[in-house]
Protein backbone atom coordinates (compact mmCIF):
# COMPACT_ATOMS: atom_id res chain seq x y z
CA UNK A 1 0.00 0.00 0.00
CA UNK A 2 3.04 2.31 0.79
CA UNK A 3 3.75 2.17 -2.62
CA UNK A 4 0.72 3.13 -4.08
CA UNK A 5 0.58 6.32 -1.44
CA UNK A 6 4.02 7.36 -2.95
CA UNK A 7 3.48 6.96 -6.75
CA UNK A 8 0.16 9.77 -6.27
CA UNK A 9 2.19 11.85 -4.19
CA UNK A 10 4.76 11.87 -6.96
CA UNK A 11 3.08 12.49 -9.57
CA UNK A 12 1.23 14.78 -8.11
CA UNK A 13 4.05 17.09 -8.39
CA UNK A 14 4.50 16.78 -12.20
CA UNK A 15 2.69 18.50 -15.00
CA UNK A 16 -0.97 18.27 -14.35
CA UNK A 17 -3.81 18.57 -16.76
CA UNK A 18 -4.98 22.08 -17.94
CA UNK A 19 -8.83 23.20 -18.32
CA UNK A 20 -7.86 23.07 -22.27
CA UNK A 21 -6.89 19.71 -21.55
CA UNK A 22 -9.96 18.19 -20.53
CA UNK A 23 -12.39 20.56 -22.81
CA UNK A 24 -10.23 18.23 -25.52
CA UNK A 25 -10.50 14.80 -23.49
CA UNK A 26 -14.37 15.75 -23.05
CA UNK A 27 -14.96 16.64 -26.75
CA UNK A 28 -12.95 13.36 -28.23
CA UNK A 29 -14.90 11.31 -26.15
CA UNK A 30 -18.07 12.76 -27.24
CA UNK A 31 -17.25 12.89 -30.93
CA UNK A 32 -16.31 9.03 -30.23
CA UNK A 33 -19.76 8.25 -29.41
CA UNK A 34 -21.22 10.03 -32.13
CA UNK A 35 -19.04 7.89 -34.54
CA UNK A 36 -20.25 4.29 -32.85
CA UNK A 37 -24.22 5.68 -32.94
CA UNK A 38 -23.89 7.07 -36.15
CA UNK A 39 -22.00 3.74 -37.59
CA UNK A 40 -24.60 1.20 -35.22
CA UNK A 41 -27.83 2.50 -37.50
CA UNK A 42 -26.07 2.03 -40.33
CA UNK A 43 -25.39 -1.41 -39.63
CA UNK A 44 -27.79 -3.86 -39.26
CA UNK A 45 -27.14 -4.62 -35.96
CA UNK A 46 -29.97 -6.65 -34.76
CA UNK A 47 -29.47 -9.75 -37.65
CA UNK A 48 -26.26 -12.15 -35.46
CA UNK A 49 -24.88 -11.60 -38.73
CA UNK A 50 -24.92 -7.87 -38.63
CA UNK A 51 -23.77 -7.40 -35.16
CA UNK A 52 -21.09 -9.65 -35.31
CA UNK A 53 -19.76 -9.64 -39.07
CA UNK A 54 -20.86 -6.19 -39.77
CA UNK A 55 -22.79 -7.80 -42.72
CA UNK A 56 -19.87 -9.09 -44.50
CA UNK A 57 -19.53 -5.12 -46.59
CA UNK A 58 -16.11 -3.56 -44.87
CA UNK A 59 -13.65 -1.67 -47.44
CA UNK A 60 -10.28 -2.02 -47.25
CA UNK A 61 -9.45 1.05 -45.34
CA UNK A 62 -10.99 0.40 -42.20
CA UNK A 63 -10.37 -2.97 -42.07
CA UNK A 64 -6.36 -2.00 -42.24
CA UNK A 65 -6.84 1.18 -40.08
CA UNK A 66 -8.81 -1.39 -37.49
CA UNK A 67 -6.47 -4.49 -37.84
CA UNK A 68 -3.96 -1.56 -36.80
CA UNK A 69 -5.90 -0.27 -33.85
CA UNK A 70 -6.79 -3.47 -32.36
CA UNK A 71 -3.29 -4.68 -32.19
CA UNK A 72 -1.80 -1.14 -31.21
CA UNK A 73 -3.79 -0.85 -27.43
CA UNK A 74 -2.62 1.11 -24.88
CA UNK A 75 -0.59 -1.86 -23.96
CA UNK A 76 1.36 -1.78 -26.93
CA UNK A 77 1.95 1.99 -26.45
CA UNK A 78 2.90 1.67 -23.48
CA UNK A 79 4.18 -1.76 -23.49
CA UNK A 80 6.44 -1.03 -26.19
CA UNK A 81 8.16 2.35 -25.25
CA UNK A 82 8.93 1.00 -22.00
CA UNK A 83 11.06 -2.33 -23.16
CA UNK A 84 12.49 0.47 -25.91
CA UNK A 85 13.57 2.10 -22.31
CA UNK A 86 14.67 -0.88 -20.45
CA UNK A 87 16.29 -2.72 -24.13
CA UNK A 88 16.95 -0.30 -26.74
CA UNK A 89 15.27 -1.37 -30.79
CA UNK A 90 15.19 -5.13 -30.77
CA UNK A 91 11.80 -4.73 -29.27
CA UNK A 92 10.68 -3.20 -33.09
CA UNK A 93 10.40 -6.94 -34.11
CA UNK A 94 7.68 -7.76 -32.55
CA UNK A 95 5.69 -5.55 -35.12
CA UNK A 96 8.10 -5.49 -37.91
CA UNK A 97 7.27 -9.18 -38.33
CA UNK A 98 3.67 -8.44 -38.20
CA UNK A 99 4.50 -7.89 -42.62
CA UNK A 100 4.90 -11.55 -43.40
CA UNK A 101 2.17 -13.02 -40.92
CA UNK A 102 -0.48 -10.17 -42.02
CA UNK A 103 0.10 -11.28 -46.10
CA UNK A 104 -0.17 -15.29 -45.42
CA UNK A 105 -3.41 -14.07 -43.48
CA UNK A 106 -5.17 -12.25 -46.75
CA UNK A 107 -3.22 -14.85 -49.56
CA UNK A 108 -3.54 -17.54 -47.26
CA UNK A 109 -5.49 -18.22 -44.50
CA UNK A 110 -8.84 -15.62 -45.62
CA UNK A 111 -10.02 -17.51 -49.13
CA UNK A 112 -10.23 -20.82 -47.21
CA UNK A 113 -12.06 -19.48 -44.12
CA UNK A 114 -14.27 -17.43 -46.63
CA UNK A 115 -14.27 -21.02 -48.68
CA UNK A 116 -15.58 -22.72 -45.54
CA UNK A 117 -18.13 -20.01 -44.49
CA UNK A 118 -17.63 -19.48 -41.15
CA UNK A 119 -18.08 -16.89 -38.35
CA UNK A 120 -15.57 -17.73 -36.00
CA UNK A 121 -12.06 -20.01 -35.75
CA UNK A 122 -13.26 -22.87 -33.47
CA UNK A 123 -15.94 -23.31 -35.64
CA UNK A 124 -13.05 -23.44 -38.44
CA UNK A 125 -12.03 -26.19 -36.67
CA UNK A 126 -14.69 -28.15 -35.97
CA UNK A 127 -15.49 -28.25 -39.70
CA UNK A 128 -12.41 -29.31 -40.60
CA UNK A 129 -11.28 -31.73 -38.15
CA UNK A 130 -14.97 -32.86 -36.98
CA UNK A 131 -16.09 -33.32 -33.24
CA UNK A 132 -16.83 -30.63 -30.39
CA UNK A 133 -13.79 -31.09 -27.88
CA UNK A 134 -11.31 -29.20 -29.87
CA UNK A 135 -13.65 -26.53 -30.58
CA UNK A 136 -14.64 -26.34 -26.94
CA UNK A 137 -10.95 -26.16 -25.92
CA UNK A 138 -10.24 -23.59 -28.40
CA UNK A 139 -13.22 -21.45 -27.32
CA UNK A 140 -12.30 -21.14 -23.54
CA UNK A 141 -8.44 -21.16 -24.40
CA UNK A 142 -9.58 -17.75 -26.56
CA UNK A 143 -11.83 -16.56 -23.77
CA UNK A 144 -8.96 -17.66 -20.72
CA UNK A 145 -6.00 -15.50 -22.96
CA UNK A 146 -8.42 -12.57 -23.82
CA UNK A 147 -8.67 -12.00 -19.65
CA UNK A 148 -5.05 -12.76 -18.79
CA UNK A 149 -3.20 -11.00 -21.67
CA UNK A 150 -5.24 -8.51 -23.57
CA UNK A 151 -8.31 -7.27 -21.05
CA UNK A 152 -6.00 -6.90 -18.05
CA UNK A 153 -2.85 -5.57 -18.98
CA UNK A 154 -4.64 -2.74 -21.39
CA UNK A 155 -6.55 -2.02 -18.52
CA UNK A 156 -3.57 -2.18 -16.21
CA UNK A 157 -2.03 0.06 -18.95
CA UNK A 158 -4.53 2.51 -19.32
CA UNK A 159 -5.18 2.73 -15.52
CA UNK A 160 -1.43 3.56 -14.82
CA UNK A 161 -1.54 5.99 -17.93
CA UNK A 162 -4.69 7.96 -16.19
CA UNK A 163 -3.01 7.36 -13.00
CA UNK A 164 0.18 9.22 -14.10
CA UNK A 165 -1.42 12.12 -15.62
CA UNK A 166 -4.40 12.67 -13.83
CA UNK A 167 -3.56 11.81 -10.59
CA UNK A 168 -6.84 10.10 -10.18
CA UNK A 169 -7.39 7.25 -8.40
CA UNK A 170 -6.32 4.15 -10.41
CA UNK A 171 -9.19 1.79 -9.93
CA UNK A 172 -11.85 4.91 -10.53
CA UNK A 173 -10.20 5.29 -14.09
CA UNK A 174 -10.33 1.89 -14.71
CA UNK A 175 -13.81 1.77 -13.96
CA UNK A 176 -14.78 4.67 -15.55
CA UNK A 177 -12.92 3.78 -19.01
CA UNK A 178 -14.75 0.16 -18.63
CA UNK A 179 -18.18 1.55 -18.58
CA UNK A 180 -17.39 4.13 -21.71
CA UNK A 181 -16.20 1.24 -23.40
CA UNK A 182 -19.04 -1.37 -23.27
CA UNK A 183 -21.62 1.09 -23.67
CA UNK A 184 -20.44 1.41 -27.26
CA UNK A 185 -19.53 -2.40 -27.94
CA UNK A 186 -22.98 -3.98 -26.56
CA UNK A 187 -25.22 -0.91 -28.25
CA UNK A 188 -23.50 -0.95 -31.58
CA UNK A 189 -21.72 -4.29 -32.56
CA UNK A 190 -18.98 -4.64 -34.83
CA UNK A 191 -19.91 -1.87 -37.56
CA UNK A 192 -19.28 0.80 -34.66
CA UNK A 193 -16.00 -0.98 -33.78
CA UNK A 194 -14.11 -0.84 -36.55
CA UNK A 195 -15.11 3.31 -37.39
CA UNK A 196 -14.15 4.14 -34.48
CA UNK A 197 -10.88 2.20 -34.84
CA UNK A 198 -10.64 4.23 -38.11
CA UNK A 199 -11.32 7.56 -36.07
CA UNK A 200 -8.92 6.21 -33.05
CA UNK A 201 -5.58 5.24 -35.43
CA UNK A 202 -5.79 8.50 -37.16
CA UNK A 203 -6.03 10.51 -34.00
CA UNK A 204 -2.93 8.37 -32.75
CA UNK A 205 -0.75 8.21 -35.60
CA UNK A 206 -0.71 12.24 -35.44
CA UNK A 207 -0.31 12.57 -31.98
CA UNK A 208 2.47 10.22 -31.77
CA UNK A 209 3.96 11.98 -35.09
CA UNK A 210 4.14 15.36 -32.74
CA UNK A 211 5.34 13.48 -29.45
CA UNK A 212 8.30 12.03 -31.81
CA UNK A 213 9.02 15.33 -33.44
CA UNK A 214 9.37 17.04 -29.95
CA UNK A 215 11.72 14.36 -28.51
CA UNK A 216 14.03 13.81 -31.02
CA UNK A 217 14.25 18.11 -30.56
CA UNK A 218 15.16 17.44 -26.98
CA UNK A 219 17.74 15.44 -27.76
CA UNK A 220 19.09 16.84 -30.62
CA UNK A 221 18.26 14.66 -33.59
CA UNK A 222 18.13 10.85 -34.56
CA UNK A 223 21.99 10.95 -34.73
CA UNK A 224 22.36 11.66 -31.16
CA UNK A 225 20.31 8.94 -29.99
CA UNK A 226 22.65 5.99 -29.45
CA UNK A 227 24.92 8.22 -27.52
CA UNK A 228 22.19 9.74 -25.55
CA UNK A 229 20.98 6.26 -24.62
CA UNK A 230 24.34 4.92 -23.88
CA UNK A 231 24.59 7.88 -21.07
CA UNK A 232 21.23 7.14 -19.99
CA UNK A 233 22.52 5.91 -15.92
CA UNK A 234 20.13 6.96 -13.07
CA UNK A 235 22.01 8.77 -10.26
CA UNK A 236 21.18 6.06 -7.54
CA UNK A 237 22.52 2.48 -8.71
CA UNK A 238 23.04 -0.77 -6.97
CA UNK A 239 26.90 -1.58 -6.31
CA UNK A 240 28.94 -4.01 -8.22
CA UNK A 241 26.12 -5.09 -10.47
CA UNK A 242 25.84 -3.69 -14.47
CA UNK A 243 21.95 -3.98 -14.26
CA UNK A 244 21.37 0.17 -14.24
CA UNK A 245 24.12 0.20 -17.69
CA UNK A 246 22.01 1.14 -20.48
CA UNK A 247 22.46 -2.53 -23.11
CA UNK A 248 25.66 -2.10 -25.56
CA UNK A 249 23.72 -3.84 -28.26
CA UNK A 250 20.93 -1.31 -27.98
CA UNK A 251 20.65 -0.50 -31.36
CA UNK A 252 20.80 -3.51 -32.75
CA UNK A 253 17.72 -5.38 -34.47
CA UNK A 254 19.18 -9.12 -34.21
CA UNK A 255 21.48 -10.06 -30.62
CA UNK A 256 23.49 -13.13 -29.93
CA UNK A 257 21.27 -15.97 -29.98
CA UNK A 258 23.04 -17.16 -26.26
CA UNK A 259 23.19 -14.09 -24.28
CA UNK A 260 20.90 -11.42 -26.24
CA UNK A 261 17.45 -9.92 -23.96
CA UNK A 262 15.61 -10.74 -27.86
CA UNK A 263 17.66 -14.01 -29.69
CA UNK A 264 17.64 -12.96 -33.13
CA UNK A 265 17.02 -16.99 -33.42
CA UNK A 266 13.89 -16.77 -31.36
CA UNK A 267 13.07 -13.22 -33.05
CA UNK A 268 12.90 -14.98 -36.33
CA UNK A 269 11.44 -18.44 -35.86
CA UNK A 270 9.86 -17.93 -32.34
CA UNK A 271 8.14 -14.80 -33.01
CA UNK A 272 7.04 -16.30 -36.32
CA UNK A 273 4.75 -18.83 -34.72
CA UNK A 274 3.78 -16.91 -32.32
CA UNK A 275 2.24 -14.00 -34.51
CA UNK A 276 0.72 -16.08 -36.74
CA UNK A 277 -1.13 -17.87 -33.65
CA UNK A 278 -2.09 -13.75 -33.36
CA UNK A 279 -2.60 -12.77 -36.82
CA UNK A 280 -4.11 -15.70 -38.29
CA UNK A 281 -5.87 -17.79 -35.64
CA UNK A 282 -7.24 -15.31 -33.64
CA UNK A 283 -10.76 -14.15 -33.46
CA UNK A 284 -9.98 -10.37 -32.60
CA UNK A 285 -7.96 -9.94 -35.81
CA UNK A 286 -9.61 -12.86 -38.33
CA UNK A 287 -12.97 -11.21 -37.69
CA UNK A 288 -12.05 -7.72 -38.95
CA UNK A 289 -10.73 -9.71 -42.26
CA UNK A 290 -13.68 -11.95 -42.55
CA UNK A 291 -15.81 -8.86 -43.00
CA UNK A 292 -14.38 -7.65 -45.71
CA UNK A 293 -16.94 -7.22 -49.04
CA UNK A 294 -14.41 -9.34 -51.57
CA UNK A 295 -10.57 -10.85 -51.21
CA UNK A 296 -9.09 -8.17 -52.74
CA UNK A 297 -10.64 -5.50 -50.08
CA UNK A 298 -9.22 -8.21 -46.98
CA UNK A 299 -5.97 -7.90 -49.08
CA UNK A 300 -5.50 -4.23 -49.58
CA UNK A 301 -6.60 -4.02 -45.78
CA UNK A 302 -3.73 -6.49 -44.60
CA UNK A 303 -1.42 -4.16 -46.54
CA UNK A 304 -2.22 -1.16 -45.05
CA UNK A 305 -2.08 -2.52 -41.80
CA UNK A 306 1.13 -3.68 -42.61
CA UNK A 307 2.54 -0.35 -43.54
CA UNK A 308 1.02 0.97 -40.42
CA UNK A 309 2.80 -1.82 -38.57
CA UNK A 310 6.40 -0.19 -39.65
CA UNK A 311 5.88 2.90 -37.83
CA UNK A 312 5.87 1.41 -33.88
CA UNK A 313 9.89 1.57 -34.38
CA UNK A 314 9.55 5.56 -34.67
CA UNK A 315 6.71 6.72 -33.29
CA UNK A 316 6.74 4.09 -30.15
CA UNK A 317 10.28 2.51 -29.24
CA UNK A 318 12.38 5.54 -29.65
CA UNK A 319 10.55 7.91 -28.05
CA UNK A 320 10.95 4.92 -24.91
CA UNK A 321 14.71 5.38 -25.32
CA UNK A 322 14.32 9.37 -25.39
CA UNK A 323 12.30 9.11 -22.15
CA UNK A 324 14.98 6.86 -20.43
CA UNK A 325 17.44 9.48 -21.98
CA UNK A 326 15.91 12.47 -20.24
CA UNK A 327 14.21 11.08 -17.16
CA UNK A 328 17.01 8.16 -15.93
CA UNK A 329 16.51 8.56 -12.44
CA UNK A 330 12.58 7.46 -13.14
CA UNK A 331 12.01 6.13 -16.21
CA UNK A 332 15.69 4.26 -15.93
CA UNK A 333 15.45 2.91 -11.82
CA UNK A 334 17.07 0.13 -10.10
CA UNK A 335 17.06 0.91 -6.71
CA UNK A 336 13.84 -1.17 -5.65
CA UNK A 337 13.01 1.96 -3.29
CA UNK A 338 13.61 4.45 -5.84
CA UNK A 339 11.42 2.77 -8.31
CA UNK A 340 8.67 2.57 -5.54
CA UNK A 341 8.85 6.03 -5.49
CA UNK A 342 8.52 6.71 -9.45
CA UNK A 343 5.87 4.59 -9.81
CA UNK A 344 4.77 2.14 -7.22
CA UNK A 345 6.73 -0.53 -8.73
CA UNK A 346 10.11 -2.55 -7.00
CA UNK A 347 11.13 -4.12 -10.23
CA UNK A 348 11.68 -1.25 -12.32
CA UNK A 349 9.65 1.59 -13.73
CA UNK A 350 10.47 1.34 -17.96
CA UNK A 351 6.58 1.19 -18.23
CA UNK A 352 6.09 5.22 -17.35
CA UNK A 353 8.39 5.70 -20.09
CA UNK A 354 5.66 7.21 -22.52
CA UNK A 355 3.05 8.77 -19.86
CA UNK A 356 6.52 10.65 -18.85
CA UNK A 357 7.16 12.15 -22.22
CA UNK A 358 3.82 12.51 -22.61
CA UNK A 359 3.22 14.54 -19.34
CA UNK A 360 6.41 16.56 -19.81
CA UNK A 361 6.73 17.49 -23.72
CA UNK A 362 3.70 17.65 -24.64
CA UNK A 363 1.97 21.67 -25.04
CA UNK A 364 -1.11 22.43 -23.55
CA UNK A 365 -3.89 21.20 -25.72
CA UNK A 366 -1.94 18.85 -26.96
CA UNK A 367 -1.51 17.23 -23.93
CA UNK A 368 -4.70 16.26 -23.65
CA UNK A 369 -5.53 15.41 -27.27
CA UNK A 370 -2.31 12.56 -26.46
CA UNK A 371 -3.87 11.37 -23.21
CA UNK A 372 -7.75 11.19 -25.42
CA UNK A 373 -5.74 9.11 -27.35
CA UNK A 374 -4.21 6.76 -24.95
CA UNK A 375 -7.84 6.11 -23.53
CA UNK A 376 -8.98 5.69 -26.78
CA UNK A 377 -6.14 3.19 -27.57
CA UNK A 378 -7.23 1.19 -24.45
CA UNK A 379 -10.83 1.47 -25.81
CA UNK A 380 -9.94 0.53 -29.36
CA UNK A 381 -8.53 -2.95 -28.46
CA UNK A 382 -11.06 -3.83 -25.48
CA UNK A 383 -13.91 -2.64 -27.76
CA UNK A 384 -12.56 -5.22 -30.29
CA UNK A 385 -12.17 -7.96 -27.55
CA UNK A 386 -15.29 -7.76 -25.84
CA UNK A 387 -16.69 -8.20 -29.24
CA UNK A 388 -14.71 -10.80 -30.38
CA UNK A 389 -15.19 -12.59 -27.24
CA UNK A 390 -18.48 -12.59 -26.84
CA UNK A 391 -18.98 -13.87 -30.30
CA UNK A 392 -16.57 -16.87 -29.70
CA UNK A 393 -18.82 -17.42 -25.68
CA UNK A 394 -22.26 -16.92 -28.02
CA UNK A 395 -21.20 -18.93 -30.77
CA UNK A 396 -19.04 -21.85 -30.14
CA UNK A 397 -20.01 -22.42 -25.98
CA UNK A 398 -23.79 -20.88 -25.89
CA UNK A 399 -25.07 -22.59 -29.32
CA UNK A 400 -23.53 -25.79 -27.83
CA UNK A 401 -25.22 -25.85 -24.57
CA UNK A 402 -28.80 -24.50 -25.71
CA UNK A 403 -29.12 -25.50 -29.91
CA UNK A 404 -32.38 -24.27 -29.78
CA UNK A 405 -31.50 -20.58 -28.88
CA UNK A 406 -33.13 -18.09 -31.24
CA UNK A 407 -31.31 -14.85 -32.34
CA UNK A 408 -32.87 -12.73 -29.61
CA UNK A 409 -31.32 -14.86 -27.21
CA UNK A 410 -28.08 -15.12 -28.65
CA UNK A 411 -27.59 -11.50 -28.90
CA UNK A 412 -28.76 -11.34 -25.19
CA UNK A 413 -26.34 -13.63 -24.12
CA UNK A 414 -23.58 -12.07 -26.26
CA UNK A 415 -23.97 -8.40 -24.82
CA UNK A 416 -23.73 -10.55 -20.95
CA UNK A 417 -21.04 -11.98 -21.70
CA UNK A 418 -19.28 -8.81 -22.16
CA UNK A 419 -20.21 -7.84 -18.63
CA UNK A 420 -18.94 -10.68 -17.22
CA UNK A 421 -15.67 -10.46 -18.92
CA UNK A 422 -14.89 -6.87 -17.41
CA UNK A 423 -15.85 -8.17 -13.84
CA UNK A 424 -13.14 -10.73 -14.14
CA UNK A 425 -10.64 -8.81 -15.51
CA UNK A 426 -10.93 -5.97 -12.69
CA UNK A 427 -10.99 -8.78 -10.17
CA UNK A 428 -7.28 -9.92 -12.32
CA UNK A 429 -5.67 -6.33 -11.74
CA UNK A 430 -4.51 -6.46 -8.54
CA UNK A 431 -2.29 -9.83 -9.38
CA UNK A 432 -1.14 -8.29 -12.33
CA UNK A 433 0.01 -5.11 -10.53
CA UNK A 434 1.87 -6.94 -7.91
CA UNK A 435 3.06 -9.44 -10.75
CA UNK A 436 6.33 -8.41 -12.71
CA UNK A 437 5.24 -5.65 -14.14
CA UNK A 438 8.98 -5.09 -14.69
CA UNK A 439 7.93 -5.28 -18.68
CA UNK A 440 4.20 -5.20 -19.49
CA UNK A 441 5.11 -6.02 -23.15
CA UNK A 442 7.39 -8.86 -22.27
CA UNK A 443 4.42 -10.44 -19.81
CA UNK A 444 2.27 -10.50 -22.83
CA UNK A 445 4.97 -12.38 -25.09
CA UNK A 446 5.84 -14.71 -22.57
CA UNK A 447 2.55 -15.67 -21.69
CA UNK A 448 1.41 -16.01 -25.36
CA UNK A 449 4.37 -18.20 -25.74
CA UNK A 450 3.34 -20.70 -23.62
CA UNK A 451 -0.03 -21.10 -24.71
CA UNK A 452 -0.39 -20.18 -28.66
CA UNK A 453 2.28 -22.71 -30.47
CA UNK A 454 0.03 -26.05 -30.12
CA UNK A 455 -2.76 -23.89 -31.73
CA UNK A 456 -0.17 -22.53 -34.35
CA UNK A 457 1.08 -26.19 -35.07
CA UNK A 458 -3.01 -27.81 -35.45
CA UNK A 459 -3.92 -24.42 -37.71
CA UNK A 460 -1.27 -24.85 -40.28
CA UNK A 461 -1.36 -28.89 -40.01
CA UNK A 462 -5.31 -28.44 -40.88
CA UNK A 463 -4.93 -26.37 -43.56
CA UNK A 464 -1.45 -28.03 -45.28
CA UNK A 465 -1.75 -31.60 -44.32
CA UNK A 466 -4.85 -33.59 -45.64
CA UNK A 467 -3.96 -36.42 -43.73
CA UNK A 468 -4.13 -34.55 -40.37
CA UNK A 469 -7.18 -35.60 -38.39
CA UNK A 470 -9.25 -35.27 -35.40
CA UNK A 471 -7.88 -37.69 -32.67
CA UNK A 472 -3.99 -36.54 -34.00
CA UNK A 473 -5.37 -32.85 -33.40
CA UNK A 474 -6.66 -33.09 -30.23
CA UNK A 475 -3.82 -34.89 -28.30
CA UNK A 476 -1.30 -32.62 -30.31
CA UNK A 477 -3.40 -29.84 -27.98
CA UNK A 478 -3.24 -31.60 -24.98
CA UNK A 479 0.30 -32.11 -25.22
CA UNK A 480 0.93 -28.50 -26.02
CA UNK A 481 -1.10 -27.45 -23.05
CA UNK A 482 0.64 -29.79 -20.73
CA UNK A 483 4.16 -28.62 -21.69
CA UNK A 484 2.83 -25.24 -21.59
CA UNK A 485 1.03 -24.89 -19.31
CA UNK A 486 3.99 -26.03 -16.74
CA UNK A 487 6.30 -23.49 -17.74
CA UNK A 488 3.71 -20.55 -17.42
CA UNK A 489 2.92 -22.35 -13.59
CA UNK A 490 6.43 -22.07 -12.66
CA UNK A 491 7.10 -18.22 -14.05
CA UNK A 492 4.39 -17.40 -12.17
CA UNK A 493 5.85 -19.17 -9.15
CA UNK A 494 9.36 -17.47 -9.95
CA UNK A 495 9.25 -14.02 -11.01
CA UNK A 496 12.68 -12.25 -12.32
CA UNK A 497 14.63 -11.08 -9.10
CA UNK A 498 15.21 -7.49 -9.15
CA UNK A 499 18.58 -6.01 -10.18
CA UNK A 500 21.41 -7.26 -7.97
CA UNK A 501 19.85 -10.79 -6.91
CA UNK A 502 21.02 -14.07 -7.87
CA UNK A 503 19.06 -15.81 -10.46
CA UNK A 504 18.13 -18.68 -8.24
CA UNK A 505 15.15 -19.75 -10.90
CA UNK A 506 14.71 -23.51 -12.40
CA UNK A 507 16.88 -23.51 -15.59
CA UNK A 508 14.05 -24.02 -18.08
CA UNK A 509 13.39 -20.39 -17.15
CA UNK A 510 16.72 -19.03 -16.83
CA UNK A 511 18.48 -21.17 -19.17
CA UNK A 512 15.77 -21.73 -22.04
CA UNK A 513 14.55 -18.47 -23.72
CA UNK A 514 10.56 -18.40 -24.08
CA UNK A 515 10.68 -17.62 -27.74
CA UNK A 516 12.77 -20.22 -28.03
CA UNK A 517 10.79 -22.33 -25.84
CA UNK A 518 7.63 -21.46 -28.46
CA UNK A 519 9.88 -23.17 -31.45
CA UNK A 520 10.53 -26.31 -29.09
CA UNK A 521 6.29 -26.19 -28.15
CA UNK A 522 5.42 -26.06 -32.00
CA UNK A 523 7.52 -28.69 -32.85
CA UNK A 524 6.27 -31.42 -29.92
CA UNK A 525 2.42 -30.03 -30.28
CA UNK A 526 3.37 -30.89 -34.22
CA UNK A 527 4.50 -34.17 -34.02
CA UNK A 528 2.04 -34.99 -31.79
CA UNK A 529 -0.11 -34.23 -34.37
CA UNK A 530 1.45 -36.30 -37.09
CA UNK A 531 1.87 -39.58 -35.14
CA UNK A 532 -1.36 -39.38 -33.51
CA UNK A 533 -3.22 -38.70 -37.57
CA UNK A 534 -0.73 -41.29 -38.88
CA UNK A 535 -1.68 -43.92 -35.99
CA UNK A 536 -5.81 -43.42 -36.67
CA UNK A 537 -8.15 -43.57 -39.84
CA UNK A 538 -7.59 -40.72 -42.53
CA UNK A 539 -10.44 -37.92 -42.91
CA UNK A 540 -13.03 -38.65 -45.48
CA UNK A 541 -12.73 -36.55 -48.81
CA UNK A 542 -16.05 -34.96 -48.00
CA UNK A 543 -14.51 -33.87 -45.00
CA UNK A 544 -11.68 -31.74 -46.26
CA UNK A 545 -13.50 -29.99 -49.62
CA UNK A 546 -13.44 -26.84 -49.14
CA UNK A 547 -11.33 -26.49 -46.08
CA UNK A 548 -7.46 -27.03 -47.05
CA UNK A 549 -5.28 -25.06 -49.08
CA UNK A 550 -5.14 -28.01 -51.63
CA UNK A 551 -9.34 -28.48 -51.70
CA UNK A 552 -10.54 -24.90 -51.66
CA UNK A 553 -13.53 -24.31 -53.37
CA UNK A 554 -12.85 -22.04 -56.43
CA UNK A 555 -14.00 -18.66 -55.82
CA UNK A 556 -15.32 -16.99 -59.29
CA UNK A 557 -14.64 -12.83 -59.32
CA UNK A 558 -17.61 -10.44 -59.26
CA UNK A 559 -18.66 -10.50 -62.58
CA UNK A 560 -17.88 -14.14 -63.81
CA UNK A 561 -21.26 -15.44 -62.53
CA UNK A 562 -23.18 -12.83 -64.39
CA UNK A 563 -20.95 -12.25 -67.53
CA UNK A 564 -20.22 -9.13 -66.61
CA UNK A 565 -16.82 -8.90 -68.41
CA UNK A 566 -16.04 -4.49 -66.92
CA UNK A 567 -16.50 -6.05 -63.09
CA UNK A 568 -14.34 -8.93 -63.73
CA UNK A 569 -11.91 -6.77 -65.41
CA UNK A 570 -11.43 -4.92 -62.53
CA UNK A 571 -11.58 -7.45 -59.99
CA UNK A 572 -8.50 -8.46 -61.67
CA UNK A 573 -6.98 -5.16 -61.94
CA UNK A 574 -7.27 -4.51 -58.01
CA UNK A 575 -5.79 -8.40 -57.48
CA UNK A 576 -2.58 -7.54 -59.83
CA UNK A 577 -2.03 -4.08 -57.47
CA UNK A 578 -2.58 -5.41 -54.16
CA UNK A 579 0.26 -8.11 -55.56
CA UNK A 580 2.43 -5.75 -56.70
CA UNK A 581 2.29 -3.67 -52.96
CA UNK A 582 2.69 -6.89 -51.21
CA UNK A 583 6.16 -7.00 -52.67
CA UNK A 584 6.68 -3.53 -52.79
CA UNK A 585 5.84 -3.73 -48.77
CA UNK A 586 8.42 -6.70 -47.96
CA UNK A 587 11.23 -5.30 -50.01
CA UNK A 588 10.65 -1.69 -47.49
CA UNK A 589 10.38 -4.54 -44.48
CA UNK A 590 13.95 -6.30 -45.47
CA UNK A 591 15.35 -2.47 -45.88
CA UNK A 592 14.47 -1.42 -42.32
CA UNK A 593 15.76 -5.13 -41.15
CA UNK A 594 18.80 -4.27 -42.91
CA UNK A 595 19.29 -1.40 -41.93
CA UNK A 596 19.11 -1.84 -38.31
CA UNK A 597 20.35 -5.44 -38.20
Same mark, same amino acid.
Not at 224 to 251: E, G, K
Given at each position: ??????????????????????????????????????????? @???????????????????????????????????????????????????????????????????????????????????????????? !???????????????????????????????????????? *??????????????????????????????????????????????????????????????????????????? !???????????????????????? &????????????????????????????????? *????????????????????????????????????????????????????????????????????????????????? @??????????????????????????????????????????????????????????????????????????????? &????????????????????????????????????????????????????????? @?????????????????????????????????????????????????????????????????????????
Amino acid at each position: MAGDNSTSDTHALGPQLSVADIVIITVYFALNLVVGVWSSCRA @SRNTVRGYFLAGRDMTWWPIGASLFASSEGSGLFIGLAGSGAAGGLAVAGFEWNATYVLLALAWVFVPIYVSSEIVTMPEYIQKRFGGQRIR !MYLSVLSLLLSVFTKISIDLYAGALFVHICLGWNFYLSTI *LMLIITALYTIAGGLAAVIYTDALQTLIMVVGAVILTVKAFNQIGGYEQLAAAYARAIPSRTVPNTSCHLPRADA !MHMFRDPYTGDLPWTGMTFGLTIM &ATWYWCTDQVIVQRSLSARDLNHAKAGSVLASY *LKMLPMGLMVMPGMISRALFPDDVGCVVPSECLRACGAEIGCSNIAYPKLVMELMPIGLRGLMVAVMMAALMSSLTSIFNS @SSTLFTMDIWRRLRPRAGEWELLLVGRLVIVVLIGVSVAWIPVLQGSNSGQLFIYMQSVTSSLAPPVTAVFILGIFWQR &ANEQGAFWGLMAGLAVGATRLVLEFLHPALPCGHADTRPAILSGFHYLHFAVALFTL @SGAVVVVGSLLTPAPQRTQIQNLTWWTLAQDLPPGAKTGDVQAAQKHAFWARVCGFNAILLMCVNIFFYAYFA
